[in-house]
């Protein structure tokens, strides 16, 4: 499954919006220091960075980190210009000498490029795998992983964010997928396809698709504190029969990677084909309807 497209990743930004939980969101604002220094494992086209200003951030340092170097060229590109668009005072970040800087403070990332501020908040974004990222440094005040931990192998990615915060630092993971497929109106073959799904993903090397709830166990066994856990489905559902913004093209992709994952699946159904054309058909119509089970969770470090 490509997540990575810049489209797709864009698509979902109103389904992201709507699913964030705000009481989780509203408990790590109230937790976080002045001036953070943040990175984010996964930053995709870097849309946490205009949530970071809509939330009030508006100063500190932020680093975003993705595998994918067309997705980190994207969020070069178009970041800067959308938070102009916003009425945000974005500029080139320079160095002492008045040339870009490419300075960066992470390790094995190397030289992010030319990164630039908004506000008081100096942003980069630097193609490099995430966890590595994240073992590399320390002192961060905030790690940040938006639909990421469910990706990777779970402890891992604890032993991996413990490192990379300061005492008492923060982590904040949203969207964490845990194994809850619907889509409506109902058909004959669909508790089949749900699992012949999950257990596609969870075939996959360091995936697990009850990752949310499994999380939650992790991080609640660790010395540090489980400040908060809370809902955030993503729900696509049409008004009438039209969808918001481009999450028609997001629920054409979520079919895509369905049809992916269970075609590639030893687990066979028997009428998936006419599972999807049904479903593509009631997309087109504008009367589908998709839910997916996720969490978000807000860990803070030991204070050592």
Same mark, same amino acid.
């Given at each position: 499954m490509n997540h990575a497209r810049p489209r797709y990743l864009e698509s979902k930004r109103s389904v992201d919006d709507r699913a964030l939980s705000r009481r989780v969101r509203e408990r790590l604002l109230a937790a976080l220091p002045s001036d953070p220094r943040i990175v984010e494992a996964g930053c995709g086209t870097g849309v946490t960075v205009s949530r970071l200003r809509s939330w009030g951030i508006d100063s500190g340092r932020y680093l975003g980190v993705d595998t994918d170097a067309r997705i980190v060229a994207f969020a070069r590109d178009v970041r800067p210009k959308a938070l102009r668009r916003r009425g945000y005072r974005?500029?080139?970040?320079? !160095?002492?000498?008045?040339?870009?800087?490419?300075? !960066? =403070?992470?390790?094995?990332?190397?030289?992010?490029?030319?990164?630039?501020?908004?506000? %008081?908040?100096? +942003?980069?974004?630097?193609?490099? %795998?995430?966890? $590595?990222?994240?073992?590399? +440094?320390? %002192?961060?005040?905030?790690?940040?992983?938006?639909?990421?931990?469910?990706?990777?192998?779970?402890?891992r990615f604890v032993s991996a964010v413990e490192s990379a915060l300061r005492p008492g630092g923060l982590a904040y993971v949203p969207i964490t997928f845990d194994g809850g497929t619907i889509f409506q109106p109902d058909h004959p073959a669909d508790d089949a396809v749900e699992a012949a799904y999950h257990a596609a993903i969870d075939a996959r090397r360091g995936r697990d698709v009850r990752a949310g709830r499994h999380l939650i166990e992790l991080l609640g066994r660790r010395a540090g504190t489980l400040l908060?856990?809370?809902?955030?489905? =993503?729900?696509?559902?049409?008004?009438?029969?039209?969808?918001?913004? !481009?999450?028609?093209?997001?629920?054409?992709?979520?079919?895509?990677? +369905? $049809? $992916?994952?269970?075609?590639?699946?030893?687990?066979?159904?028997?009428?998936? %084909?006419? =599972?999807?054309?049904?479903?593509? $058909?009631?997309?087109?119509?504008?009367?589908?309807?998709?839910?997916?089970?996720?969490? !978000?969770?807000?860990?803070?470090?030991?204070?050592?």
């Open positions: 974005v500029a080139a970040r320079t !160095d002492r000498t008045g040339s870009p800087d490419e300075t !960066d =403070w992470t390790g094995p990332t190397g030289r992010p490029g030319a990164g630039f501020t908004v506000a %008081d908040l100096d +942003v980069a974004f630097a193609t490099a %795998d995430a966890l $590595e990222t994240l073992e590399a +440094v320390s %002192d961060c005040d905030l790690v940040l992983a938006q639909a990421f931990a469910d990706l990777v192998p779970l402890s908060a856990v809370g809902s955030s489905d =993503w729900i696509v559902r049409p008004r009438g029969s039209r969808y918001p913004a !481009d999450e028609r093209y997001f629920l054409s992709r979520i079919l895509g990677f +369905v $049809e $992916e994952a269970v075609g590639s699946s030893s687990h066979s159904v028997d009428g998936f %084909d006419s =599972w999807l054309a049904t479903r593509r $058909e009631q997309l087109a119509a504008g009367s589908l309807t998709y839910v997916a089970h996720q969490y !978000d969770l807000l860990y803070r470090a030991p204070e050592r």
